[in-house]
């Protein structure tokens, strides 16, 4: 893939600058000891970026540039010549990311979970060049695994409700970033890969920034996935006393459902610094978004139907 001039713009909005978030001290210092540089592991593809973590071997953050203006609509099975490809990346050691071996595992009952999503990058001067973006997402430095029913539920249809009801209708411009929360005792695959244990990230976040009547503003929500790894038995179990310092931590997120919160709340859990930025949520707790079930089954036009669902959630952008 030639990157040259690709990857996040930190200036993309023009008026305001946007970094991407930065990890911290100590997980600097991990690289340093090492003898890795951070820089190396910034990885630019189209229209996004990804910081991979090697030791994790999952990606910190995907960083994206969205344009609605300059979208394009492309059905999946468009954007490759038969079935899709995942890749990984030979711009960093192969060992510093997981593949196929964790993907292709017995017990892995759970998806490719994209950070930079496909249909967010799917934007450029014309249709050829929407669609090499789209392609672009496929590497597995863009990937955390991610249970059927957060990668196909309502996270999803918070990432549509953004894309679609805000950017692409109202021809906006966002960055917005994505990624997992890694932790120490994050539970463990139930199998080891190439003989290694494999801990499984369960809460994932995402900060969406925008430009409103010439100010910067940004949104943050936050989504778990532990207890439905645990039923679907994909993670080793995890014992009451364990869950009970993970509850008292998270405020006992339910599970597979979505949370509204500050970005600052995301800072504390994630240990990663963002762009400052105004904010219209400013509750400590956390607001569960709540997506109305509306009978749309009658209602055969997409965009109807997204409408629907758009009026139907609790955000606050």
Not at 3 to 18: A, P
Not at 77 to 88: A, M, P, T
Not at 228 to 244: F, L, N, W
Not at 284 to 298: D, K, Q
Request: with cysteine; proline share 3%; charged share 25%.
């Amino acid at each position: 893939m030639n990157v040259t001039d690709l990857g996040y713009s930190v200036n993309f909005f023009e008026t305001h600058k946007v970094s991407a978030p930065r990890i911290s001290d100590s997980e600097t210092q991990k690289f340093a000891a090492a003898n890795l540089t951070v820089s190396d592991y910034y990885l630019p593809y189209v229209n996004y970026s990804v910081l991979q973590n090697p030791f994790r071997k999952f990606p910190y953050y995907s960083a994206v540039n969205v344009d609605g203006k300059h979208f394009y609509k492309l059905k999946r099975e468009h954007i490759f010549e038969g079935s899709e490809r995942w890749l990984k990346d030979d711009r960093i050691p192969e060992e510093s990311q997981w593949g196929n071996a964790l993907y292709n595992a017995k017990k892995n009952d759970f998806d490719k979970g994209h950070l930079a999503k496909r249909e967010d990058v799917q934007w450029g001067t014309d249709e050829e060049a929407a669609t090499y973006a789209a392609r672009s997402t496929f590497y597995f430095t863009n990937a955390v695994p991610q249970v059927s029913k957060l990668n196909r539920g309502v996270w999803k249809q918070i990432e549509n409700y953004i894309l679609h009801h805000e950017v692409v209708k109202h021809s906006m411009k966002i960055c917005l970033f994505s990624g997992p929360i890694f932790r120490a005792d994050d539970p463990e695959f139930l199998k080891t890969v190439n003989g290694e244990i494999v801990r499984l990230p369960y809460l994932f976040w995402k900060v969406v920034y925008y430009v409103k009547d010439g100010e910067l503003h940004r949104a943050g929500f936050l989504t778990s996935q532990q207890r439905e790894m645990q039923k679907k038995r994909i993670i080793k179990p995890v014992s009451r006393s364990e869950e009970a310092v993970r509850a008292t931590h998270f405020n006992a997120f339910k599970d597979a459902e979505t949370y509204q919160v500050t970005v600052s709340f995301i800072e504390q859990l994630s240990e990663l610094s963002f762009e400052s930025a105004a904010e219209l949520f400013q509750s400590n707790a956390p607001e569960r978004i709540i997506l109305s079930r509306v009978n749309v089954r009658n209602v055969s036009n997409e965009s109807v139907q997204m409408e629907v669902q758009a009026n139907s959630m609790n955000l606050t952008l």
